[in-house]
């Protein structure tokens, strides 16, 4: 068994950079990049708690209203799926750990693995999709958000980028031990590619939105 036995949400900070540390593979990249993608709805969320009532964005507060909903129900998803990722892989671990005396046992262990997996490549994939929402909302909030917190919109998305680019990988790791004829393996391949696709210009262009409204 792994030493996995704790909610990450009911650790510190530094308790939780200490377990990332250790070779225990739970929690792992997955769980770390769904706590990026949080951390980055979160800054999110801050930047237009700060931004709200002021005057010059008056105009915009509809608009402000509907990204802090979004901001702080990704925050809660996001926390959810580090959790859902850690118990995930410690199932995969759970079902590679099973006796294969005999063919039974190595078919049902098989099934195991191939549903543990399965598990393990959706959680990753979910994560992705949610911090791409959360990018996503950073580029909205970039030119309207208080300006003495706009870097704050920058490291947004800066972890949201890379929540997103860290949790395909973790999908990409895992499509391998799919069964061959999974429609997951395409499914997921596809999805990847469609989010990922642009990333780059985001991200620099969000960078630039930032940096234009710094100073």
């Known amino acids: 068994m792994t030493g996995f036995d704790s909610r990450l949400k009911d650790l510190s900070v530094t308790e939780l950079v200490t377990r990332l540390a250790t070779a225990d593979p739970i929690p792992g990249g997955g769980s770390a990049s769904a706590l990026a993608g949080a951390m980055a709805a979160a800054l999110v969320h801050m930047v237009i708690e700060l931004t709200q009532g002021r005057p010059d964005a008056e105009q915009h507060e509809a608009m402000l209203g509907e990204l802090r909903l979004a901001a702080a129900g990704l925050q809660s998803d996001l926390l959810r799926l580090a959790e859902i990722d ?5 199932s995969v671990i759970r079902a590679r750990r099973l006796p294969r005396g005999d063919d ?3 078919d049902m262990r098989r099934v195991q693995i191939d549903d543990a997996v399965r598990e393990a490549t959706q959680a990753p994939l979910e994560i992705a999709r949610r911090a791409g929402e959360v990018l996503a909302l950073a580029e909205r909030l970039a030119p309207v958000g208080n300006r003495n917190a706009v870097s704050d919109v920058g490291v947004a998305g800066l972890l949201a980028a890379a929540a997103m680019r860290g949790a ?11 069964p061959d004829d999974d429609p997951l393996r395409h499914e997921a391949a596809e999805t990847l590619h469609e989010l990922l696709a642009g990333l780059d210009d985001r991200d620099r262009d969000l960078r630039s939105a930032v940096g234009g409204r710094i100073g």
Do not use: F
Not at 86 to 90: C, R
Not at 168 to 178: C, F, G, K, R, T
């Open 104 to 106: 039974r046992e190595r």
């Open 86 to 90: 850690a118990a995930a892989y410690a």
């Open 168 to 178: 395909a990988m973790n999908v990409e790791i895992n499509l391998p031990s799919l």
